[in-house]
């Protein structure tokens, strides 16, 4: 069955330090995985696409990695602000004979403290 | 472009009326989505359209659940008759016609039935 676990679950941490999220998958054959950050109230706005050949890929503060070997991924973000307090939902995507079929993780719901 | 519109914002509801959301994609967008968001369940996928044309509905809860695509520009989610459990964020997103591309998700429609 495809799965997709995050953890932590809810993480809180100070303005100006790092954090990383994970993400673990068992969805195959594989497509892409997104990473995308809800704000309170709002709908998911993406933060990166990586396909199965992308390790790394950056968007501003937001780090994003790839281990398709061992289904694995995680999202590091630096400096962190205040504006980084959302939920951050790992996605994935994997081939059906009907098409693109995603995955959803439940989330991590980072708040940034003063 | 404003991106994904959807009505209302909000929208509360006695159970056993019927309930119409609504789904602006952007301009160009060949697949839509719908997905419904609740604490317990996080991000789940409803049903998506590609070309106006519904490829999978796996994901609707059940038959009180339907959903139209009558033009590039429009489409709706429908649940008749309502109830309790359907009370939840539902979102619409669309995206372009190309594999490793995101997602651009509505505000979301707030569902309360009371």
């Known amino acids: 069955k495809n799965q997709v676990e995050q953890s932590p679950q809810s993480l809180i941490i100070l303005e100006g330090k790092n954090c990383t999220l994970q993400c673990n998958y068992t969805v195959s054959p594989f497509s892409n995985l997104r990473w995308y950050k809800q704000d309170t109230g709002r709908g998911p706005v993406s933060l990166t696409i990586m396909t199965f050949s992308e390790n790394t890929k950056s968007n501003g503060r937001y780090t994003a990695t790839l281990d398709a070997d061992t289904k694995q991924s995680s999202l590091h973000i630096t400096a962190s602000q205040l504006s980084d307090s959302a939920s951050y939902i790992c996605v994935v995507s994997g081939y059906t004979g009907g098409g693109n079929k995603l995955t959803f993780g439940t989330g991590t719901q980072l708040k940034v403290e003063l | 472009d404003a991106g994904v519109i959807q009505s209302p914002r909000h929208e509360v509801t006695e159970m056993g009326q019927e309930v119409t959301l609504r789904c602006k994609p952007i301009s160009g967008h060949d697949y839509l989505f719908w997905y419904r968001q609740t604490m317990m369940r996080g991000l789940e996928l409803l049903i998506y359209?590609?070309?106006?044309?519904?490829?999978?509905d796996s994901g609707m809860p059940e038959d009180r659940f339907s959903a139209k695509m009558p033009n590039a520009s429009f489409s709706t989610l429908k649940i008749q008759p309502s109830e309790p459990r359907d009370s939840a964020v539902y979102f619409c997103?669309?995206?372009?016609?190309?594999?490793?591309?995101?997602?651009?998700f509505g505000q979301g429609t707030r569902l309360t039935v009371v």
């Open positions: 997103a669309s995206r372009a016609d190309t594999l490793n591309t995101e997602a651009f």
């Open positions: 359209f590609n070309n106006n044309v519904p490829i999978d």
